[in-house]
C-alpha cells in the first residue's frame, strides 16, 4: 500500500485527504460524530512524489492512531462535559476536539502509550473474560483498580473550554419533553427515579406541570397510606421526586429554610393544580449545593435506591451543580472475597477452558452503539469521574450523561434542560449574566407612593392602582431597583429617557414591546408576621382579627430572575351593625383546611398593582414567602450612631467634688 503512494498525482492527493474516516454516530447526539480530517501536510511549492508520500505516510500514521485513541471503548467517545460525542470536524459545534490543544494531544499520546501497559492487559482480560465467570466471581461490573488509579482525566471539548475559562458558549437547541421521556424509556434499568430539580429563585415557575404524567411514572402518593404506589410499566418501576435547588436564595440559614418546608409545599400543591389537593407531597426536598443543606441525605438516597437516577428540569435551574456535589464519588460496594473464592471454586471448568482459548485472541473494539438509540453508552466506572460542565449559559448539556456508581449499583444521568426562558434574548448579550442571581439578595425597602413606579432593571416596571394607598416594596433580584414617577418609568422603559445618564440593558427592540402582563392582587394576610410587637406573646399580645388594620401582602414572580416582595396595610371597612362586635363572622374573616386566615372578598379591599414586561411575559404570582421578614437588609445597631456613653466609674466621687466646690464658691 505504502510503495504505492508514490504513484499518486497530486489532484488524487487533495481527494483522498477529504475521504471521511468514520460513519456518523447516533442521532440523538447534537454534535455528530462525522468524518475527520487528515492533519496538515506541509507541501511546498517544489515537491516530489517521494516526500509527499512519506508525509502523506506519516499522517496517515497520526491518523490511525488518533484513531485508535477515539475508538478506545470509554476512552474519549464522548464529551464529559457536555455529553456531545467526541468530534473533529463541525468546529462550532459541541463535542469538537482541537488536536492542537496541549491537553487533547497529551492525552492521545498517553492513551496510545498506555496500549501495552500491564494495566491495560488486565483491563484486557477482564473484558475478554467470560460473562458467566464473571458473574458468578461477583465480577461481571467489575474493573481493575490499577486501570481506575491509572486511567488519564478526560479533557474537556472546545466549547465547554470555553465556558469555563472565558464564558463564551453558544446555547443547544433545547429537547422537548416528548424526546426525554423516549429517553427515559431505553433505561437498562428496572427501578428508575426521577428527580425534578426546579429552581428558588422564581419557584414554583421553574416547575414542570404533568410531569409525572408525560414520563409516565408512578404517580405521586397519597393521603391514603394503604394505596399502593408504586406501577410496573413494561417490566420497570419509575418513581418521582421534587428536589427545589438553590435554597440559599431563600432564606441566610438552614434552620429558616427548614421552617419554611409547609409554606413550600402548600404553594407547590398550588402550582400542581387540583389533582395535588389529595396528593401528599412527602418527596420535596429543599437543598443547596453552594452551602451543602441536605445535600448529604441526597446522596444516600441515590446510593439506596441505585439504578437508573434521572436529573429533569428545565435551563438553568442547578442540575448539574447539583449533580456534582450529590453523586457518590469514591464509594463502592464492598467485595466479599471469601464468596469470590468460594464462587471460583465452583466455576465450571469448560468456562476456564473457554477463557484460556481465547487469551491469544485480539482484542475486539465494541461498536458505540445503535443509531436508533437516544440513550448515549455509559462511562467506564471511575472512583472519582469528570463531572458535567457548570456554566450560566442556557443549555450547556448537549446530550445525556451517564456516570456508573457503586461497582455497577446504579447510574445517575443529567438530562438536558428543558426549554425555560428567553428573557435574556430581550438583555443586550454583555450583560446577561446580569440575570442570573448568584447570592441571596439583601434589598432595600422602597415606598410605592400614588402616582410612582418600581422599575426593575429597565425590563419590569411595577405600578400601583390605588389613588391613596402606599405600597412597600422589596426586590430580590440581581438587577438594579429604581423607583420614580410613573410617566418618567414609562419613559425609561420605552427607551425615550435615559436612566441618569447609564445605558440600559434592555435591547432597542425589546422597548418597543413593552406590554401589560396583568394586574395582581395583594390578597394573602400577613397581618401576623407584619404586625411586629402589636401580635407578638412577648409585645401586646393581640390577636390580628382585634386590630383596626389588616397588611396584605403577594409576591410578585419574574421568570428565572427573581422576585419582587409587595405589602401593604388596609384599613378594615366595619359597618354600623357590626361595630359593635369583633368576631370573625362580622370582620369577614373565616380559616381554611389549615388554619390559615383569609379574608372574604366584602370585608377588606385590596390594593392592586399592574406589571408591564417584555411582550407581557415572564411574570406570576404566588402566596408570600416573607422573605424580609427572614432576613432583610442588614441595619446598624444603634449603639454604633450615638456617641460613647461617660464611664460610670468614680461618679460618686466625682459628685461630691462638685457639690463641696459649689459650696466653697
Known amino acids: 500500500m505504502r510503495g504505492s503512494l508514490s504513484k499518486l498525482s497530486k489532484t488524487s492527493v487533495t481527494y483522498a485527504l477529504k475521504i471521511p474516516l468514520r460513519s456518523r454516530p447516533p442521532r440523538h447526539f447534537v454534535s455528530l460524530f462525522s468524518a475527520r480530517a487528515l492533519p496538515a501536510l506541509s507541501i511546498s511549492r517544489r515537491w516530489n512524489s517521494t516526500d509527499l508520500a512519506s508525509e502523506l505516510n506519516a499522517a496517515l500514521d497520526e491518523q490511525a492512531s488518533i484513531d485508535r485513541s477515539f475508538a478506545h471503548p470509554g476512552a474519549l467517545s464522548a464529551c464529559p462535559g457536555c455529553g456531545a460525542l467526541a468530534q473533529t470536524i463541525e468546529q462550532g459545534e459541541p463535542g469538537y476536539y482541537s488536536l492542537k490543544r496541549k491537553t487533547v494531544s497529551s492525552f492521545v499520546k498517553q ?81 428508575n427515579h426521577i428527580y425534578h430539580v426546579i429552581d428558588a429563585a422564581d419557584f414554583p415557575m421553574s416547575l414542570v406541570k404533568n410531569l409525572d404524567t408525560f414520563l409516565d411514572t408512578s404517580g405521586l402518593r397519597s393521603k391514603n397510606r394503604r394505596a399502593k404506589h408504586a406501577r410496573y410499566r413494561h417490566n420497570k418501576v419509575t418513581e418521582l421526586s421534587f428536589i427545589i435547588t438553590r435554597s440559599d436564595l431563600i432564606a441566610p440559614k438552614k434552620e429558616q429554610v427548614d421552617g ?42 441515590i446510593w439506596k435506591r441505585g439504578g437508573g437516577g434521572w436529573m429533569v428540569g428545565k435551563v438553568n435551574v442547578g442540575k448539574s451543580n447539583l449533580f456534582e456535589v450529590v453523586f457518590p464519588k469514591g464509594k463502592a460496594e464492598d467485595i466479599n472475597f471469601d464468596s469470590v473464592r468460594r464462587n471460583a471454586r465452583r466455576a465450571n471448568n469448560t468456562s476456564m477452558e473457554r477463557l484460556s482459548l ?68 430581550y438583555v443586550d448579550p454583555e450583560t446577561r449574566d446580569t440575570l442570573v442571581m448568584k447570592a441571596r439578595q439583601a434589598p432595600e425597602q422602597y415606598v410605592i407612593k400614588p402616582g410612582q413606579s418600581l422599575l426593575i432593571g429597565g425590563l419590569v416596571r411595577v405600578t400601583s392602582m390605588e389613588d391613596d394607598l402606599v405600597i412597600l416594596a422589596y426586590p430580590f433580584t440581581p438587577l438594579k431597583p429604581h423607583l420614580s414617577t410613573t410617566e418618567k418609568a414609562i419613559e425609561i422603559q420605552t427607551g425615550a429617557r435615559e436612566l441618569g445618564g447609564t445605558k440600559s440593558i434592555v435591547t432597542p427592540e425589546a422597548q418597543c414591546k413593552m406590554a401589560s402582563a396583568g394586574v395582581f392582587e395583594l390578597k394573602w394576610d400577613v397581618t401576623r408576621q407584619r404586625a411586629g410587637p ?41 359597618s354600623p351593625s357590626s361595630a359593635s362586635s369583633r368576631g370573625d363572622k362580622e370582620m369577614g374573616r373565616n380559616s381554611n383546611s389549615n388554619g390559615e386566615e383569609v379574608l372574604q372578598n366584602n370585608a377588606v379591599h385590596y390594593p392592586k398593582v399592574e406589571v408591564f414586561s417584555p411582550e407581557g411575559r415572564f411574570i406570576g404570582i404566588r402566596r408570600p414567602m416573607n422573605a424580609w421578614v427572614l432576613g432583610g437588609q442588614q441595619k446598624r445597631s444603634s449603639k454604633e450612631k450615638g456617641r460613647p456613653r461617660k464611664s460610670m466609674r468614680n461618679s460618686g466621687t466625682r459628685r461630691k467634688q462638685g457639690v463641696s466646690g459649689v459650696k466653697e464658691a
Not at 473474560?129 to 486501570?147: C, H, K, M, V
Not at 469528570?386 to 446530550?399: K, N, Q
Not at 451517564?402 to 428567553?422: C, H, T, V
Not at 382579627?545 to 430572575?561: G, W
Open 111 to 191: 492513551d496510545i502509550a498506555d496500549e501495552g501497559s500491564e494495566e491495560a492487559v488486565a483491563a484486557s482480560a477482564i473484558d475478554r473474560a467470560d460473562p458467566i465467570l464473571l458473574e458468578s466471581l461477583g465480577l461481571n461490573n467489575f474493573r481493575a483498580a490499577a486501570t481506575n488509579e491509572g486511567a488519564a482525566k478526560l479533557p474537556l471539548c472546545d466549547r465547554c473550554h470555553q465556558l469555563i475559562h472565558h464564558h463564551v458558549g453558544v446555547p443547544i437547541q433545547h429537547p422537548s419533553i416528548e424526546s426525554i421521556a423516549d429517553t427515559i424509556d431505553e433505561s437498562p434499568y428496572k427501578y
Open 260 to 301: 419554611l418546608m409547609p409554606y413550600i409545599v402548600e404553594v407547590l400543591r398550588d402550582a400542581l393544580g387540583s389533582a395535588a389537593k389529595e396528593v401528599r407531597l412527602g418527596n420535596v426536598r429543599c437543598v443547596s449545593a453552594k452551602r451543602g443543606w441536605w445535600t448529604k441525605e441526597v446522596k444516600a438516597d
Open 358 to 425: 481465547e487469551q491469544d485472541e485480539p482484542p475486539t473494539v465494541p461498536s458505540i452503539q445503535d443509531e436508533n438509540s437516544l440513550l448515549p453508552p455509559a462511562r467506564l466506572e471511575t472512583p472519582f469521574p469528570v463531572m458535567p460542565t457548570i456554566s450560566s449559559l442556557p443549555g450547556t448539556t448537549a446530550s445525556p450523561i451517564r456516570i456508573p456508581f457503586g461497582n455497577g449499583k446504579g447510574e445517575l444521568i443529567d438530562l438536558p434542560g428543558l426549554a425555560r426562558s428567553d428573557l435574556d434574548q
Open 534 to 574: 402589636l401580635t407578638t406573646s412577648a409585645g401586646a399580645g393581640l390577636k390580628p382579627r382585634d386590630l383596626p388594620f389588616t397588611i396584605l401582602s403577594a409576591d410578585i414572580l419574574i421568570e428565572s430572575v427573581g422576585w419582587v416582595e409587595l405589602v401593604a396595610q388596609v384599613r378594615k371597612r366595619r
